[in-house]
């Protein structure tokens, strides 16, 4: 059976501090890799999504970028986290067609 | 673009009370549509999928509507219990998936 692994589960980290956030998905391949961000009080906001190794589109333009360095490896980064990027960030799969999609059990961020 | 509206932004209900939670789309173009569970600080927890070209899923208490043609669908709950207190969110799914700002719900012991 597929499974989504997402860490860590909390994080604290200082203005101006680096990110790393992985998601990993088993028992399928080629999967589609989602990044989304909810914040306190609000919807799911998409933030980038890959159909395959190396290809990411970006929904927003903002302080974070993500990468695919592998079949099923979604990783989120920041050189220099804001504020304003405190958040929950989850992490989804999908497979393309009339699939819905599976969600991982999110990070908490909070940037001090 | 897609635009998802759930009403009401938030029910409380008492215990054993049958209830319906609403869902609207804008564009009828859609492969499926998906309904989520969030609890409190969690991920989310798919709880129904319904294709495009079905009418209804449904398993244990929950049961889910689509009508493409209106842009709508619902989320039945018969007998509420306390456990079902969370907040649930529709998403539909086309080019992209969109969801709803979700309708946070309390069971009432």
């Known amino acids: 059976s597929q499974t989504i692994h997402q860490w860590p589960a909390t994080l604290v980290q200082p203005v101006g501090s680096p990110l790393s956030l992985e998601c990993t998905v088993e028992g399928t391949s080629n999967p589609n890799l989602y990044w989304y961000r909810q914040a306190a009080g609000r919807g799911l906001q998409l933030l980038f999504y890959s159909v395959g190794i190396g290809q990411i589109s970006s929904e927003v333009p903002q302080n974070l970028s993500a990468s695919r360095p592998q079949d099923r490896q979604f990783i989120l980064s920041s050189k220099k986290l804001l504020l304003s990027d405190s958040g929950f960030y989850l992490c989804?799969?999908?497979?393309?067609?009339?699939?819905?999609?599976?969600f991982g059990s999110g990070t908490r961020l909070t940037v001090v | 673009k897609q635009e998802v509206t759930q009403i009401p932004a938030a029910l409380s209900v008492p215990e054993g009370e049958n209830l319906v939670l609403n869902c609207s789309f804008t564009d009828s173009a859609i492969y499926n549509l998906q309904w989520f569970r969030q609890d409190p600080g969690k991920g989310l927890t798919s709880l129904l999928l319904i294709q495009s070209s079905q009418r209804e899923q449904t398993s244990g208490r929950l049961n889910a509507s689509l009508d493409k043609s209106s842009g709508r669908s619902t989320l039945y709950i018969a007998a509420s219990q306390p456990g079902d207190s969370a907040t649930y969110l529709c998403?539909?799914?086309?080019?992209?998936?969109?969801f709803g700002t979700g309708t946070s719900l309390t069971v009432i012991p």
């Open positions: 989804a799969w999908s497979q393309i067609g009339a699939y819905g999609y599976t």
């Open positions: 998403a539909v799914g086309g080019n992209q998936f969109y």
